[in-house]
T-cell receptor, first 116, second 117 residues
Framework: AQSVTQLDSQVPVFEEAPVELRCNYSSSVSVYLFWYVQYPNQGLQLLLKYLSGSTLVESINGFEAEFNKSQTSFHLRKPSVHISDTAEYFCAVSPSGGTSYGKLTFGQGTILTVHP | GAVVSQHPSWVICKSGTSVKIECRSLDFQATTMFWYRQFPKQSLMLMATSNEGSKATYEQGVEKDKFLINHASLTLSTLTVTSAHPEDSSFYIC?????????????FGPGTRLLVL
């Protein structure tokens, strides 16, 4: 079984400031790691994912996350946020194989609010 | 990108009635769809895996007779909440995997908010 903990339920930040959204996970098997974003009244959208290889993964809109196996973390960062980044962010894991392949376990979500 | 729709987006019903929620993949075929549930201030929890042409597989603690899932075509899965009660009030979200695509690429619907009075 897997579990995901997002350490902050809400993160307020000013525009152009850096931000870090924290995510820790536990699992007895190898996992894939994901960050999803949900804008108001929209479905979850994949922001970025770690499957294998380089532990630092990036999204097209400036976010990045680093997989740290020893600390079982997958924190999301952005050096300079915009108002349009205001949304709820979900960290998730899924087993990388076996019968549970593809089944996502989500964290509780972090609401990022960017103020002007 | 791939689009998944859900209908209705919200529904209010009386206790004891049944409610059907549709999940459609609009521009791709999906052999596998997932149904999640999210209670207020809680995380999304996987309820079941919907497989086209076969029975759904349910997660532990989810009543299969209460939450009926039908995946009759490659673009449609339905979740029917039978004899709904107030405790079934929740946000129901589906996701779909592009047939032939990688299991880790899921496309999510916008969700259906159910309120049972």
């Amino acid at each position: 079984a897997q579990s995901v903990t997002q350490l902050d339920s809400q993160v307020p930040v000013f525009e152009e400031a850096p931000v870090e959204l924290r995510c820790n996970y536990s699992s007895s098997v190898s996992v894939y790691l994901f960050w999803y974003v949900q804008y108001p009244n929209q479905g979850l959208q994949l922001l970025l994912k770690y499957l294998s290889g380089s532990t630092l993964v990036e999204s097209i809109n400036g976010f990045e996350a680093e997989f740290n196996k020893s600390q079982t973390s997958f924190h999301l960062r952005k050096p300079s946020v915009h108002i349009s980044d205001t949304a709820e962010y979900f960290c998730a894991v899924s087993p990388s194989g076996g019968t549970s392949y593809g089944k996502l376990t989500f964290g509780q979500g972090t609401i990022l609010t960017v103020h002007p | 990108g791939a689009v998944v729709s859900q209908h209705p987006s919200w529904v209010i019903c009386k206790s004891g009635t049944s409610v059907k929620i549709e999940c459609r993949s609009l521009d791709f075929q999906a052999t596998t769809m997932f149904w999640y549930r999210q209670f207020p201030k809680q995380s999304l929890m996987l309820m079941a895996t919907s497989n086209e042409g076969s029975k759904a597989t349910y997660e532990q603690g989810v009543e299969k007779d209460k939450f009926l899932i039908n995946h009759a075509s490659l673009t449609l899965s339905t979740l029917t909440v039978t004899s709904a009660h107030p405790e079934d009030s929740s946000f129901y979200i589906c996701s779909a995997i592009l047939t032939g695509g990688r299991q880790e690429t899921q496309y999510f619907g916008p969700g259906t908010r159910l309120l049972v009075l």
